[in-house]
């Protein structure tokens, strides 16, 4: 049986989002875990854009949830990565819910990983799914109004008797007005999963439509997404060598040399 992950916040723009689209390529593109992600945000979706999709699927989680079609049809590979996605659609329309746990209940038998990319704060579809789903992670950033928003979620949480792996204190910029971690871990009661830092790469690596982890895979940023993968699954985690930290550091990507075949030499 899969694993049935949330990924929630209690503010928006936390990272969630950057959060699913990376640990699910690591789980899958690297540890060759069966990994499908859900884009569970279904006011505001954006979760294959990380994926540089734009409208390509044929079918959405609205379909599905709708009955209208089954949901492997709805399962889209991303052929950069590997990873399976379910798009929600942008354009208007109401979806049903009520229908997802079977969705998910499908999902786990042929999956090692069901993650779904939660809407900010505690609507309605928040409080659904969170019914739905076996353990959460939490994003947070290191401010007072980020982590205040995220222990509402906790609460929740708790009340709901869900597992809470912990947390993900993202976009750090080491300032003296941030939170502690343990301050972050005193208050909310929880591990701190792991502290990615902000890093411009995560937008430049949306903006190439691939996540960071295959954008830049040794830079600091995505060394932290690929840790909290192999922690996760209790891999032990094997840091980039020196040699791979400098390319990334210069942006030397290994390339590979097309080869030319010249024909009719003869
Ligand atoms: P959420 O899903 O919680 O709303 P997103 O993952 O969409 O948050 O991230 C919000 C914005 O912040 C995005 O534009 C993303 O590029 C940016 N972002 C997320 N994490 C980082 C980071 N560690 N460093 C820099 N920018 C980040
Ligand atoms: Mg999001």
């Known amino acids: 049986m899969g694993r049935i992950i949330g990924i929630l916040s209690g503010k928006g723009g936390v990272g969630k989002t950057t959060l699913s689209a990376n640990l699910g390529t690591v789980l899958s593109h690297e540890y060759k875990k069966k990994v499908v992600l859900i884009d569970a945000n279904v006011t505001a979706p954006n979760l294959d854009l990380h ?37 929600s659609p942008l354009s208007k329309g109401r979806i049903n819910l009520k229908n997802l746990k079977s969705v998910l209940k ?22 659904q799914i969170i019914d ?6 939490i994003v947070t950033m290191p401010l007072i109004p980020e982590v205040a928003s995220a222990l509402k979620t906790i609460n929740t949480l708790n009340e709901r008797k869900k597992i809470i792996l912990g947390l993900v204190v993202n976009r750090a910029k080491n300032k003296n007005y941030e939170l502690k971690i343990d301050e972050i871990k005193a208050v909310s009661r929880l591990p701190v999963l792991s502290v990615i830092q902000e890093d411009t790469k995560i937008p ?33 985690f094997e840091e980039p060598n020196v040699l791979e930290r400098l390319a ?14 010249q024909e009719n030499t003869f």
């Open 248 to 261: 990334s550091l210069f942006n030397l990507k290994r390339r590979t040399i097309p080869v030319f075949v």
């Open 51 to 87: 994926f540089g999709l734009y409208d390509e699927f044929q079918y959405t989680l609205r379909d599905v949830l709708n009955g209208n079609v089954p949901i492997d049809q709805a399962i889209n590979l991303c052929s950069r990565t590997g990873v399976k996605i379910v798009q």
């Open 132 to 137: 739905m789903i076996d353990e959460a992670i």
């Open 106 to 127: 499908k999902l786990e038998k042929t999956h090692d990983f069901v993650i779904l990319d939660c809407a900010p704060a505690l609507g309605e579809e928040v409080y």
């Open 204 to 236: 430049h690596s949306i903006s190439q439509g691939m996540p960071v982890v295959i954008y830049d895979k040794n830079s600091k940023v995505s060394t932290q997404f690929r840790r909290l993968a192999a922690n996760l699954i209790g891999q032990e």
